[in-house]
């Protein structure tokens, strides 16, 4: 079975501009939660979708947005990129509305310059 | 203080060795934790999930949760040096809100 996936793995950016990132889950999974991983750090728990509602935020700003579709897969939406913002981006996907036994796609690399 | 807490290491353990992991939570109402590896360059993998006090064992993984003193550890009996890794504690504060450590890493010398 494939795991979860992530596009695009790497993404440059400039200051100011606006990014989409995707995630499809796991076959049978419709929970969908996005993390920020800077470099040393663990994950930020940014959102967690299920069922296509959002059903949790973490503390980010409202640049930050996301939503989730039907097939359950989902975007996470970056406005007016900062220096700030490189990170590495991942989405896990759980077969419930729990977080527990969460897994984790490759993630998106973003750079903004 | 940290919401999850962990030594950033580095933790340098011979092979064949027992390797200890300490981890932290501020959150008394945290009702599950995880232990995740992750590989340089590469994203988190689930190792360990423990949701009541007391040690789980599974392989050469033992995770131990101690609710009343906000501590869970995991325990790598054995270490390889495939093991050589950053180790990210993770505590489910309610359904909907997942924080993880900063992580600690381990290398296994041969």
């Given at each position: 079975?494939?795991?979860?996936?992530?596009?695009?793995?790497?993404?440059?950016?400039?200051?100011?501009?606006?990014?989409?990132?995707?995630?499809?889950?796991?076959?049978?999974?419709?929970?969908?939660?996005?993390?920020?991983?800077?470099?040393?750090?663990?994950?930020?728990?940014?959102?967690?979708?299920?069922?296509?509602?959002?059903?949790?935020?973490?503390?980010?700003?409202?640049?930050?947005?996301?939503?989730?579709?039907?097939?359950?897969?989902?975007?996470?939406?970056?406005?007016?990129?900062?220096?700030?913002?490189?990170?590495?981006?991942?989405?896990?996907?759980?077969?419930?509305?729990?977080?527990?036994?969460?897994?984790?796609?490759?993630?998106?690399?973003?750079?903004?310059? | 203080?940290?919401?999850?807490?962990?030594?950033?290491?580095?933790?340098?353990?011979?092979?064949?060795?027992?390797?200890?992991?300490n981890c932290t939570y501020s959150d008394r109402g945290s009702q599950?934790?995880?232990?995740?590896?992750?590989?340089?360059?590469?994203?988190?993998?689930?190792?360990?999930?423990?949701?009541?006090?007391?040690?789980?064992?599974?392989?050469?993984?033992?995770?131990?949760?101690?609710?009343?003193?906000?501590?869970?550890?995991?325990?790598?009996?054995?270490?390889?040096?495939?093991?050589?890794?950053?180790?990210?504690?993770?505590?489910?504060?309610?359904?909907?809100?997942?924080?993880?450590?900063?992580?600690?890493?381990?290398?296994?010398?041969?």
């Amino acid at each position: 079975d494939a795991g979860v996936t992530q596009s695009p793995t790497h993404l440059i950016k400039t200051r100011g501009q606006q990014v989409t990132l995707r995630c499809s889950p796991i076959s049978g999974h419709k929970s969908v939660s996005w993390y920020q991983q800077v470099l040393g750090q663990g994950p930020q728990f940014i959102f967690q979708y299920y069922e296509k509602e959002e059903r949790g935020r973490g503390n980010f700003p409202d640049r930050f947005s996301a939503r989730q579709f039907p097939n359950y897969s989902s975007e996470l939406n970056v406005n007016a990129l900062l220096l700030g913002d490189s990170a590495l981006y991942l989405c896990a996907s759980s077969p419930a509305r729990s977080l527990q036994g969460q897994y984790f796609g490759p993630g998106t690399r973003l750079l903004v310059l | 203080q940290k919401e999850v807490e962990q030594n950033s290491g580095p933790l340098s353990v011979p092979e064949g060795a027992i390797a200890s992991l300490n981890c932290t939570y501020s959150d008394r109402g945290s009702q599950s934790f995880f232990w995740y590896r992750q590989y340089s360059g590469k994203s988190p993998e689930l190792i360990m999930s423990i949701y009541s006090n007391g040690d789980k064992e599974d392989g050469r993984f033992t995770a131990q949760l101690n609710k009343a003193s906000q501590y869970v550890s995991l325990l790598i009996r054995d270490s390889q040096p495939s093991d050589s890794a950053t180790y990210l504690c993770a505590v489910n504060k309610n359904n909907n809100d997942m924080r993880f450590g900063a992580g600690t890493r381990l290398t296994v010398k041969p």
